[in-house]
């Protein structure tokens, strides 16, 4: 038994009647793709979060006024060779 998948709206389907007629079927009705949300939108979780992560970040060194410094010691520490 070959087996034949079709794919459209019920519309595009109800077209080919005269072909399908006394034939069995399998309607399986498949699920609205869902629509994509605005890129605003989409990041607003994402925005927030980084807002309240910002408020956590530790004060850069106060020995040094320059934050690579911080960056190059702990690297060197972890034995990077920089």
């Known amino acids: 038994m070959e087996t034949k998948t079709l794919e459209g709206t019920w519309e ?3 077209r080919r009647a005269p072909e399908l007629a006394g034939r069995r079927l399998r309607v399986t009705i498949l699920d609205e793709p869902a629509e994509p949300l605005p890129l ?8 927030e ?7 956590r970040t530790p004060p850069a060194p ?21």
């Not at 605003?40 to 925005?47: E, G, T």
């Not at 979060?49 to 408020?55: A, C, F, I, K, P």
Request: aromatic share 8%.
């Open 12 to 14: 595009e389907i109800a």
């Open 49 to 55: 979060e980084t807002r309240r992560l910002v408020g």
């Open 62 to 82: 106060a020995s040094s006024g320059d934050w690579s410094d911080a960056v190059v010691e702990k690297f060197r520490r972890r034995g990077f060779d920089l």
């Open 40 to 47: 605003d939108v989409a990041l607003a979780p994402l925005v």
